[in-house]
């Protein structure tokens, strides 16, 4: 198990123990969290799933792969190191905790 | 004052989940002909009939209905809708009154019209998921019908798994309808090198336990799926004298035939400032976008405001092996087709232009191209191809310029 940590629009926290292979944006809808769209259900194609990645710890998650890096460019207005894609962070084997602050990108 | 949503798949669970954004107070009843929890449908044909025991990703989490007082019922079909009382009737029996009505009725498959059809396996629904999850695990050669998105997609997939896959479209190519020639034949190419065997013009007389009889021959194979194509649900509305064609026919605003009765996603048949005039879209975005504007429209509609138009950029996607094909605009054959040149490897990007205007872009493997025509589209004015050329294919360049 690994601990996600959400920073929410409001600076608070919210928790979750996830399993191996679980999604920074699926985990999030599925807990309910405001913030995080989704509406592409995780293809990488819609960018209403963006976060800042403040903290890992034990194993980190795969880089940005190609498109990713090429959505974040095209679609969020000052894209930093720390910027991600939820839907493409997959929590690996042996991470122990992460720490996700939710960016608003709704369209809505 | 309450509003019933029908459908629960994209476009029902972004209206429910809008309206409720919208409005904390309005009654929002959410009615699924499916019996689970409303869930992401374009997975399914790109990772989860591939993966051993498929899981489910769901569109809001179980716990979000109840939390923000979205009454969700599955197993809940409806059978008629009495538009003169605003009220609708479910096949159990129960009458539920309505002052808007959203319908989100999506599409259903296509079924092949051939002898031996109840053989061949298909792709919509999670048990079908399930089905084919299994059946795949067991074939050692699988057959695809149809060339379409998602015969392309369940192609590539069985085809990673290491099968022996053939593709049979009756069309001379695959992606005919969808995109331009050009990158077709490209596509068609690559999955070609993956060791996918493409065969176009194909006629099926038969599906056996052996394989498929086509004009030209018996294909022998495990397995068959047929992925060719879907029609819209359009019948609850037309039993409801609805105007129906090609789908549920509505204005800019996303009103059927009755002003109180809104329709949205695959089932719907809108009018669209390019060409053609009127679209029905099988599509995320679409469904997305579209139930945004129907529940903006239904607040409009009750504090007497104006109804908002839904004037779309279409896009599109397609996720086959290690090719992302991505689409935005409507293309269209008649077009004159330009490849972008000094682009990065393994990419391709074909814009459309129609009088020298640019319509729609398809790219392979190019996010940034993609995302580009995004922006283009959305400019509302005239892009040509001399535009283009100015700034050495350079989209973002172009982008940057005009913005």
Redesign the interface.
């Known amino acids: 198990m690994t601990t996600v940590t959400y920073i929410l629009e409001d600076n608070s926290e919210f928790v979750i123990e996830a399993e191996t292979g679980q999604n920074l944006m ?1 985990l999030a ?4 969290l405001e913030g995080i769209e989704g ?7 819609c960018a209403t799933c963006h976060v800042l990645i403040e903290e890992m710890l034990g194993v980190e998650a795969e880089e940005r792969h ?2 990713e890096e ?2 974040l ?3 969020i207005d000052d894209p930093c190191p720390k910027s991600r894609l939820g839907c493409q962070f997959v929590i690996p084997e042996g991470m122990i905790s992460v720490t996700a602050r939710i960016a608003n990108t709704s369209h ?1 | 004052m309450s509003v019933i949503v029908i459908g629960a798949g994209h476009a029902g669970v972004s209206a429910a989940v809008a309206l409720r954004k919208l409005d904390k107070d309005v009654k929002i009843t959410l009615l699924s002909a499916e019996g689970e929890f409303p869930y992401q449908r374009p997975p399914l044909s790109k990772k989860s009939a591939f993966s051993e025991n498929p899981k489910f990703d769901l569109l809001q989490g179980r716990e979000y209905y109840k939390t923000h007082n979205l009454d969700l019922r599955i197993n809940s079909k409806v059978d008629s809708i009495e538009k003169d009382i605003n009220q609708i009737t479910l096949f159990s029996g129960e009458s539920l009154n309505y002052s808007q009505l959203i319908i989100a009725t999506g599409c259903r498959l296509k079924k092949l019209n051939t002898v031996g059809a109840e053989l061949a396996k298909s792709l919509y629904s999670t048990d079908d998921t399930k089905t084919l999850s299994e059946a795949l695990a067991k074939a050692q050669s699988v057959i695809v019908i149809g060339g379409g998105f998602i015969g392309c997609e369940i192609a590539s997939g069985a085809r990673n798994l290491g099968k022996e896959v053939a593709l049979l479209e009756a069309a001379p190519t695959i992606l005919g309808r969808s995109v331009a020639p050009i990158f077709a034949s490209e596509i068609s190419f690559r999955h070609q090198n993956n060791g996918i065997q493409i065969l176009p013009n194909s006629i099926i007389h038969s599906i056996t336990d052996k394989g498929v009889q086509t004009e030209s021959g018996l294909i022998e194979s495990d397995l068959i799926v047929s992925g060719i194509g879907a029609v819209p649900n359009t019948e609850l509305a037309h039993k409801s004298a609805l105007v129906v064609d090609n789908g549920i026919v509505v204005n800019k605003s996303l009103q059927s035939s009755d002003d109180n009765i809104f329709a949205i996603g695959d089932v719907v048949n809108f009018p669209f400032a390019g060409a053609p005039n009127r679209l029905r879209l099988e599509s995320i975005q679409n469904a997305n976008d579209q139930a945004k504007i129907a529940a903006r429209n239904i607040v409009a509609i009750r504090t007497n405001e104006a109804l908002i138009e839904y004037s779309p950029v279409p896009w599109f996607w397609s996720d086959q092996g290690d090719l992302k094909l991505q689409m935005v605009g409507i293309g269209s054959l008649d077009a004159k087709h330009y490849v972008l040149k000094n682009q990065k490897e393994g990419s391709l990007s074909v814009l459309h232009f129609v009088e020298d205007e640019l319509t729609a872009i398809d790219t392979l493997n190019h996010g940034i191209n993609h995302m580009c025509g995004r922006k283009l589209l959305a400019m509302n004015k005239p892009i040509s191809l001399n535009n283009v050329q100015s700034f050495n294919d350079d989209l973002k360049a172009l982008v940057n310029h005009l913005r």
């Open positions: 699926q809808l599925d807990n309910g509406a592409c259900g995780g293809s990488c194609m190609e498109m090429e959505i460019e095209m679609e809505f």
